[in-house]
């Protein structure tokens, strides 16, 4: 069951990684949106089984990053996701 605390991509986007970038191709919205690798991640991690702190949580792991930090950085970039129609 989908809750809105985890959120998930909208199906259609089409997402392709070139080099340090991920590019994301929005079809129904005639759309294309560069994103750089970190917000790739977080958009990658929308797939209804996480929430924002286990986001964090992945992104952080192996680092040295301070994770309310990150946390921060990910509800910012699920907000603008959420205004991209990008999740839900």
Known sequence: MYEPSKPIAIEGLEVRRTGLDVIVHD????????????????????DGEHDPEQIAASLCA???????????????????????????
Do not use: M, W, Y
Request: net charge negative; hydrophobic share 45%.
């Open 27 to 46: 079809p129904e919205n005639e759309k294309i949106h560069i994103l750089n690798r970190s917000a790739g991640d977080v958009l990658a991690l929308c």
């Open 62 to 88: 192996g680092t040295d990053a301070p994770q309310d930090r990150v946390l921060d950085d990910v509800l910012a970039a699920l907000e603008t996701f959420r205004q991209l129609r990008f999740v839900r």
